[in-house]
């Protein structure tokens, strides 16, 4: 019998371990097979010295390029399909957003998505920033309203908000 598959994705290594090393391992010490999707800035023994399999990735957070956001997307979904998770854990607003709408496709049975913040989208005034405040409203709401997926906030009114 296999074990049971978790895939960990967020933007970058460093907030992995200081924010979700600890879920890992509670991960990996009930029986989970856990991998961990990030872009790297730490080397990368510092992920797999826990028993986890690193996947690197090509994330810039802070980049808004459709294009590159697109790669990120593709990558994720091709790597969902290749890994058959049965859970994905989503940390921070890309891998949330686009991570959301690859495990959809690729049909992820559970999703748990950790919101930390909206970000600078639905705090930045301005016609354009509204503009990008309803797409990406969108876009959440077709990552995450479906059966399976649980959203996990960590702010009440970014809750409140999205709701």
């Known amino acids: 019998m296999t074990k049971p598959r978790i895939l960990i994705i967020v933007n ?3 907030f992995f371990m200081s924010h979700r090393l600890p879920i890992a391992q509670a991960a990996r010490d009930a029986g989970y097979d856990v991998h961990v999707a990030t872009a790297l800035t730490l080397a990368p023994t510092d992920i797999e010295q826990h028993g986890f399999t690193l996947h690197p990735l090509d ?3 802070r980049s808004t390029s459709a294009w590159q ?3 990120l997307f593709m ?3 091709r790597l969902m399909i290749a890994l058959k998770p049965d859970v994905v854990h989503l940390v921070t607003i890309k891998p949330v957003l686009l991570g959301g709408l690859a495990a959809r496709m690729a049909r992820v049975p559970r999703v748990i998505a ?3 913040g909206l970000g600078f989208v639905f705090t930045a005034r301005g016609l354009r920033a509204a ?3 309803v797409m990406v409203s ?3 709401r077709l990552a995450l309203a479906r059966i399976g997926v649980r959203v996990v906030f960590q702010n009440d009114d970014d809750q409140s908000l999205l709701q």
């Open 138 to 140: 969108n876009l959440y």
């Open 12 to 14: 970058v290594d460093w």
């Open 59 to 61: 994330i810039d957070r």
């Open 114 to 116: 950790a919101v930390s």
């Open 75 to 77: 990558t994720l979904r």
């Open 131 to 133: 503009a990008r405040r």
């Open 69 to 71: 956001g697109l790669k």
